[in-house]
């Protein structure tokens, strides 16, 4: 959703009473009541502006809509200085996951048919031919398109393929909803746009891909997760539906996914690196990492780390470095407690529109924090180990490893400080929210007055997803409880060979690349005889990149200690050419990575 346009500044700074709260010294008495009350005078005002303003850009029907084609979500009404008058699968994906969370919680029962029209133009969509490719052929991936549903053809970066994912999250809600209230054939219908979109995400999950801020070539911490969750949903609803086929393939490259997860997590930094093999010289610190736990969260799943749970050690972990890599740069966060909440960017080295806080990005850091509150108070007790010591010294400076008890009371100064971070990311936005209740995409970083684009649809959803959890109203289960990275496990191919496994469930990373010349729009991929090598299918082979080209490259997160086959294979306009016999061979390492460099044969 983001363009390189010039900054257009608007709006002045607003002017907010209960300041103050924000910006005392550690050492200061703080009337938590008073703040609590704040809090949730504004959320009550503020809720239905948020909702209201979501609405409104969304057609054919919103106010604020730009005449977009039924069903369709504008991303802003904003036409220039940036022009975001386009529809982005991702975005409208996320705002029609709280709308189909509120329809089936029971919330609000006006939305249904809101809803149908959406996946219809969805289903649209997915069948127009873009710059990435037709439905069958990568068109999946493309990111944007004009609001009447045509294809936008400009320079942009693509593919995205965080959106068909997120797309089948949201369709899946509904669908299982239908499935419990007689909609069977409503169902049907939906399962096949969204089966088209698992089908994407179990060929491409591995491939490189532009994040979800549309910057950076690489794999995606975002995108990997919200990919791993669609397919586990996906399986489920596929075996509901009598779909065995697709049950099993969509399981094998979840489990492969997970796996492929555990490599974002840095425990020489002691967060996630949000982008990997993008080269793009940053420190790896990025939002990105926390809107990935509030949009995998699980209420089911307690404090698990493998799905990086928002109350996991190393989500909260990450989540103290992510906040405070933006407390020194950013002028109004100055004189704001190292325990406080300040207003949180994209990134530190963001650049965009100058480098701003964003209300999705810091309604996001105090969203992770309502859910670790909520399953905290499930569960009855707070963990803390060694990652993540740091985050819970923040409010107990007395903290230790070891698990605190509800009835303790260590339990009861961490929950406190907590919660108080959290209203505190709140009250910024609020700080600097117009009287209007309108929330832009930023607010600048010297004074707080709004800027780039007005009326952003995805701030209004950030808002009512942090409203809510603050409430302690959550979304369902994606009954992602108990998962971990297995590894690999004796499987019989296709070509009659067999892969076995340690069983440690440790992984490696191999690079292999490829040395290849090929024609325009013929392309190199690479299966074998392991789950995460798609057991030899084709259908499902892995896209290797062309960052290098003629050297096409992927990294691959496989067991460790293992013997596998594998072979490359060249796909150019629906042919299949496999290289020459025989089977490539090689046998990863115990620990660490491994490069294998290798040329067409």
């Known amino acids: ?39 949730s005078s504004w959320v009550t005002t503020e809720s239905p502006i948020a909702k209201a303003g979501l609405l409104a850009n969304i057609g054919p029907d919103g106010a ?30 996320l705002v029609y996951k709280w709308i189909i969370d509120q329809f089936v919680s029971g919330a609000d029962s006006t939305l249904r048919t809101g809803i149908q029209n959406w996946i219809a ?9 873009n710059p990435s490719g037709t439905v069958s052929s990568g068109g999946l991936g493309e990111p944007k398109f004009n609001i009447d549903e045509s294809a936008f053809t400009g320079a942009w970066g693509r593919p995205q393929r965080d959106g068909p994912a997120l797309r089948a999250i949201s369709m899946i809600g509904y669908v299982n909803w239908l499935l419990n209230n007689g909609g069977s054939t409503e169902a049907a219908t939906a399962w096949t746009y969204i089966k088209l979109d698992l089908d994407y995400v179990a060929s491409n999950w591995g491939s490189t891909t532009f994040d979800l801020w549309e910057e950076v070539q690489g794999n995606s911490f975002f995108t990997t997760a919200v990919q791993h969750r669609a397919l586990r949903e996906g399986a489920r609803l596929a075996t509901t539906l ?5 049950a099993s393939t969509y399981s094998t490259q979840a489990g492969s996914a997970l796996c492929y997860l555990q490599n974002y997590w840095s425990s020489s ?93 810091t309604f996001a850091a105090a969203e992770q924090l309502y859910d670790a509150l909520y399953t905290w108070n499930k569960i009855g007790s707070i963990t803390v180990t060694s990652t993540s010591l740091s985050f819970f010294q923040q409010f107990l400076s007395t903290a230790t490893a070891q698990t605190y008890s509800s009835s303790s009371s260590g339990y009861a100064t961490i929950v406190a400080g907590v919660q108080q971070m959290a209203d505190d ?69 296709a070509t009659g060979t067999t892969t076995t496994s340690t069983g440690t469930g440790s992984t490696v990373a191999i690079t292999f690349n490829e040395y290849a010349t090929t024609v325009w729009g013929e392309n190199i ?4 005889s392991l789950s995460q ?46 290289e020459s016999d025989p089977n490539r061979s090689f046998t990863t390492p115990s620990s660490g990575s491994y490069t294998i460099n290798t040329t067409w044969r």
Not at 121 to 129: A, D, K, L, P
Not at 555 to 566: D, E, G, H, I
């Open 1 to 39: 959703m983001v363009s390189k346009a010039l900054i257009r500044l608007f709006g002045a700074l607003v002017l907010f009473s209960t300041t103050s709260a924000l910006k005392v010294p550690t050492s200061a008495p703080v009337d938590k009541r008073q703040l609590s009350s704040t809090v």
């Open 64 to 93: 604020k809509d730009g005449g977009a084609k039924s069903g369709v979500v504008i991303a802003s009404p904003s036409t220039s200085n940036p022009d975001y008058l386009y529809t982005w699968t991702r975005d409208s994906s």
């Open 121 to 129: 133009s969805e289903g649209r969509i997915q069948q127009v031919s």
């Open 242 to 246: 009598g779909d065995s086929t697709r």
């Open 269 to 361: 930094n002691n967060y996630i690196i949000s982008n990997l093999n993008s080269n793009n010289g940053r420190s790896g610190l990025d939002a990105n990492s926390i809107l990935t736990s509030i949009h995998t969260f699980d209420p089911n799943a307690g404090c698990e780390s493998a799905t990086f749970q928002p109350c996991s050690d190393k989500a909260l972990a990450n989540h103290k470095a992510v906040v405070d890599s933006f407390r020194s740069i950013y002028t109004i966060n100055s004189g704001i407690a190292s325990n406080r909440g300040v207003a949180i960017g994209r990134y530190k080295e963001d650049s965009y529109y100058g480098g701003n806080p964003w209300y999705l990005c």
């Open 425 to 493: 990311f709140v009250l910024i936005n609020k700080q600097y929210t117009p009287s209007s209740g309108a929330l832009a995409e930023q607010y600048t970083r010297s004074a707080g007055s709004p800027t780039s684009a007005s009326d952003l649809t995805w701030s209004y959803a950030s808002a009512l997803t942090a409203f809510n959890r603050r409430a302690g109203e959550v979304p369902g289960t994606w009954n992602a409880t108990g998962l971990t990275c297995s590894g690999s496990t004796t499987t019989t191919t």
């Open 525 to 528: 991929y690479l299966t074998g």
């Open 533 to 578: 090598l798609a057991n030899w299918d084709p259908n499902n082979a892995l896209l290797l990149n062309t960052n290098n080209y003629p050297t096409w490259s992927i990294t691959v997160n496989l067991p460790a200690s293992t013997t596998f086959q594998y072979k490359f294979i060249r796909k150019y306009n629906g042919a299949v050419t496999w």
